[in-house]
């Protein structure tokens, strides 16, 4: 599974921005999509995950009510809409694919910076 991202960049506090992430190769094999984000100096965390056929959704406390995860199983593209950023969501933002075998599947990352 190969994941390419992009739609990062710079963003005013409470502007928005929306990431997307195509998948190509074994799709078939893909469970689980979600988005997970990484500041300097701190460990890679879990911003969103979203199941097969888009049932369930999951979202880290600090983001609930600001962003949503979406995915289009025809397009193999899951999306990250962004909004009310604040500067604490300044981060490298990366894809991941998780596989029905258990597989993880990561993503180069794509820079979002919210400043003023």
């Known amino acids: 599974v190969q994941l390419q991202a992009c739609g990062g960049g710079l963003v005013q506090p409470g502007g928005s921005l929306r990431l997307s992430c195509a998948a190509s190769g074994s799709i078939h094999s893909i469970n689980v999509l979600g988005w997970y984000r990484q500041a300097p100096g701190t460990q890679r965390e879990l911003v969103a995950t979203?199941?097969?056929?888009?049932?369930?959704?999951n979202y880290a406390d600090s983001v609930k009510g600001r962003f949503t995860i979406s995915r289009d199983d025809a397009k193999n593209t899951v999306y990250l809409q962004m909004n009310n950023l604040k500067p604490d969501d300044t981060a490298v933002y990366y894809c991941n694919a998780l596989t029905k075998s258990l597989m993880d599947y990561w993503g180069k990352g794509t820079q979002v910076t919210v400043s003023s």
């Open positions: 979203i199941s097969n056929g888009g049932i369930s959704s």
